[in-house]
């Protein structure tokens, strides 16, 4: 890759993020929105993305998948150490929501209930979906991102992000529901608990082709498998919890 190319891409990562930027909070009832909308949280910065930053091995910083550092050159030559300020941080929740709705799994401990099974996977499923739109508007502006790729390919790209987004426009009013009737036990739970610390967290959406049962799941090409969103959340407390 030539030092051109190499600048091109930089600005083209830079103009991805700024382009793609989505304000908007994920709850259904926007008539009860107050305040405006936050950096919310994916994961637990009080408690989760505290011990990563400073108690396991002394780490005093948090590295993640989105941030990268560039050497003289504009090339990617690592992963950029933040805070846990802004580590797992989007623009998806109004200051209302997210300060009222994640109470209980931010200000108390993580108990296995139901409802705080429910809250780690809707704020998972959140943080997805509001990057996948985020993507979504990334591709279809008019910027150095999006013209870095040859017109088919950028067709290809769009239509792929817009079915996803539909796809989990559907799961999400499902989760809507379920919230706003408290059927928190209406989804099926998994909770793995390791005794050690481990400085790694995660929330996301994953797409197996087998459950943890080795069920057949999320297989396009038999439309008979079941096709579900994973919703994961794999965080710190006084042990590691994988849900």
Do not use: W
């Amino acid at each position: 890759m030539s030092e051109e190319d190499k600048l091109n891409y930089r600005k083209a990562m830079e103009a991805f993020k700024k382009t793609g930027r989505i304000f908007e909070c994920f709850c259904s009832d926007k008539t009860s929105c107050k305040g405006e909308i936050k950096q919310s949280h994916s994961l637990q910065r009080n408690g989760r993305l505290s011990i990563i930053e400073g108690e396991v091995n002394g780490n005093n910083c948090i590295y993640t998948f989105t941030d990268f550092e560039f050497d003289e050159s504009s090339a990617i030559k690592g992963l950029k150490p933040i805070g846990k300020a802004t580590a797992s941080t989007f623009f998806g929740f109004c200051d209302y929501h997210d300060t009222t709705l994640f109470s209980p799994i931010e200000n108390f401990q993580f108990d296995e209930s139901d409802k705080h099974c429910f809250l780690h996977s809707y704020r998972s499923f959140a943080h997805s979906y509001h990057r996948k739109k985020e993507e979504l508007k990334a591709y279809i502006s008019e910027s150095a991102f999006s013209k870095l790729f040859q017109m088919e390919i950028l067709i290809g790209l769009i239509n792929g992000a817009l079915l996803s987004v539909e796809e989990m426009e559907s799961r999400k009013n499902k989760l809507d529901d379920l919230l706003n009737n408290n059927e928190f036990d209406e989804l099926e739970y998994l909770t793995f608990v390791e005794p050690e610390k481990f400085p790694v967290a995660c929330s996301s959406l994953i797409s197996p082709l087998y459950s943890y049962n080795g069920v057949p799941m999320n297989n396009h090409l038999d439309s008979s498998i079941m096709y579900s969103h994973i919703m994961l959340t794999a965080e710190l407390s006084e042990h590691s919890a994988f849900r």
